[in-house]
Nanobody
């Protein structure tokens, strides 16, 4: 499975962006999906995740601002990011797996990352 992440860019603090992650390839039916980010000099962190059925989970710093959703007919997952802050600046990655449950960060497929820069 290949993942293509897109939608990053420059945005002023308080603004919004929507990231898209699309899966392709043979047997590209993805189930568990996670969005991660890595800021300069910091460790990668899990931002949000979603099951095939639509159950979601978020890290505390983005709760109420970010929403993860998916369109299974398009093998696509979205991350809507609102009220962005400079602290959200990072490279964002999507990760996906054909398994329904993924332990730790052991997703089988990772996208190439898309840069989000939030300025004051």
């Amino acid at each position: 499975v290949q993942l293509q992440a897109s939608g990053g860019g420059f945005v002023q603090s308080g603004g919004s962006l929507r990231l898209t992650c699309t899966a392709s390839g043979n047997n590209a039916k993805i189930n568990a999906v996670g969005w991660y980010r890595q800021a300069p000099g910091k460790a990668r962190e899990l931002v949000a995740r979603i099951t095939r059925g639509g159950s979601t989970d978020y890290t505390d710093s983005v709760k109420g601002r970010f929403t993860v959703s998916r369109d299974n007919t398009k093998n696509t997952v979205y991350l809507q990011m609102n009220t962005l802050k400079p602290a959200d600046t990072a490279v964002y990655y999507c990760a996906a797996d054909r398994r329904f449950i993924v332990i730790d960060d052991s997703y089988e497929s990772w996208g190439q990352g898309t840069l989000v820069t939030v300025f004051q």
